[in-house]
């Protein structure tokens, strides 16, 4: 059987890969930008990657006729570009015409849960997409999930910085809002039991867990679970604006996302009943449960997916492919180099760097500049990295991209997702003589951009050969 899974570098399809393989199946992986994809990873003769933009329809006669069914998950609700109700209706529009051109038996779409006629702009999107495939040739199935509890997640991510840093919150009264989480475990059950299941064929189903529980709620419970005491006030006079720019500041997202999120979670999203559970023999996790279990992967490093993984940089959506060869001409640049000790304590240290590990040198002007940037709208540094050790291409590492992540070429290539007037690179490189190379690289924009390299001279002096020194000193211990 030939699955065609869409959205394949997203949170939810990164999670059911390795569920359609263990299957047995054979998935034919749609992705934007190839490069942001390690398939090596996988290992498997029953994978292939194509490469496929919804909104362009000429990359679509890449899609094979002989396929048995299709995931569509594509969602653009976190996009800073453009209208992503329109990109959402164009992308779906182009798919259908598409797939139903194919031998496709079903179409599985992951939906959000829709029942209050006042929907927030996110939810109605997420309809009219549904309302589109319903005009498809083939069999619709459409499971319509609320928040996702799992780690990794948008939902989760929030919910942890909110409840880790504040020991106090005076927080908007969309927090009384009732809502019936769900473990991703149990989403990827569901998604992939009616798999073409003909009992689901053309029928769309509500998925949640057994709690139905306020924001508030989730929070104090959340806290719980982690062993802390949260105080939580609800004050009536906090504009979405001002609740969007909360969230913003005190969480990892980014404010188009905390815009959207703070739209939807003024709309309670209450699953009604039905017997999905049952046909797939299901046994729902509660929300306590699925936050430890979400726990238990972070502390055990096995973080599969991440929301974050998802494309800050409107220069990056033309493929990070394009952005590898690092450019010489009209360009500033920092470039040092060490002889070091051990090669791979090195690459260890290098492919460790970020997040909870830090910079290795200066950690507070990295903090300082990570706080500037989210105060001009940028990512900041508290999207941290998925996996402590290890980095593939297209991850997030803290304010940073990768680019190229090669320990057999002993390269590690990382682009800025900050605020800047230009843009810039930082690469890591080791020679056969055992010499790390470390470059730092601007292409500045105007005269602001040469403003800005002129006056972070004298920090960069002092950041990059500490670092590349604290690098050289650990890789000798």
Request: proline fraction near 3%; include cysteine.
């Amino acid at each position: 059987m030939r699955i065609l899974l869409t959205g394949a570098t997203g949170y939810i399809a990164k999670r059911l890969l390795p569920v359609l393989l263990g299957n047995g199946y054979e998935v034919i992986c749609c992705v934007r930008d190839r490069a942001r994809f390690d398939s090596d990873k996988y290992r498997s003769m029953s994978l292939s990657v194509i490469e496929v933009d919804f909104l362009k329809p000429e990359t679509l006669q890449r899609i094979p006729v002989d396929i048995d069914a299709a995931y569509y998950l594509i969602h653009s609700m976190s996009t800073s570009i453009g209208d992503f109700e329109k990109m959402e209706e164009t992308s779906v529009i182009n798919f259908k015409n598409c797939i139903q051109m194919t031998r496709v038996r079903q179409v599985i779409y992951l939906s959000g849960i829709v029942n209050e006629e006042t929907l927030s702009k996110h939810l109605a999107s997420r309809k009219n997409v549904e309302r589109i495939l319903g005009y498809g040739s083939y069999s619709l199935t459409t499971l319509r999930a609320g928040i996702i509890i799992g780690s990794g997640s948008a939902s989760f991510e929030i919910i942890r910085d909110l409840v880790e840093k504040l020991p106090v919150m005076i927080a908007p009264r969309w927090l009384d809002t009732k809502s019936q989480p769900i473990a991703v475990r149990n989403v990827i059950e569901f998604i992939s039991g009616v798999l073409l299941n003909e009992t689901t064929f053309n029928k769309s189903y509500d998925i949640g867990g057994p709690d139905i529980l306020t924001y508030k709620e989730m929070l104090l419970r959340f806290a719980k679970v982690r062993g802390l005491k949260r105080w939580i006030g609800i004050v009536p006079v906090m504009t979405p604006k001002l609740s969007s720019y909360w969230l913003y500041f005190i969480t990892s997202t980014s404010y188009s996302l905390a815009q959207n999120l703070v739209d939807s979670m003024k709309v309670e999203v209450i699953c009604k009943e039905n017997n999905l559970k049952d046909i797939l023999g299901i046994v729902p996790v509660n929300y306590e449960k699925a936050i430890v279990e979400a726990f238990e992967k972070i502390e055990l490093n096995q973080l599969q997916s991440s929301w974050k993984d998802a494309l800050s940089s409107n220069t990056l959506n033309k493929g990070i492919a394009r952005f590898a060869e690092v450019p010489v001409h009209g360009c500033f640049s920092d470039y040092r180099k060490i002889h070091i000790g051990n090669i791979d304590k090195t690459l260890a240290k290098i492919w460790s760097i970020g997040g909870e590990n830090g910079w290795y040198y200066g950690d507070w002007l990295w903090g300082i500049r990570g706080f500037i940037d989210k105060l001009f709208g940028g990512v900041g540094l508290r999207r941290g990295r998925k996996n402590q050790t290890e980095i593939s291409p297209g991850d997030a590492l803290d304010f940073w991209r990768v680019l190229i992540a090669g320990k057999r070429e002993k390269r590690l290539l990382l682009f800025a997702e900050m605020k800047l007037p230009g843009e810039a690179w930082l690469e890591f490189r080791i020679d056969d003589e055992n010499i790390l190379h470390q470059t730092a690289t601007f292409r500045p924009l105007g005269l602001w951009g040469r403003l800005y390299w002129y006056c972070l001279l004298p920090f960069h002096g002092f950041i990059f050969r500490g670092m590349l020194r604290s690098i050289a000193r650990i890789s000798d211990e």
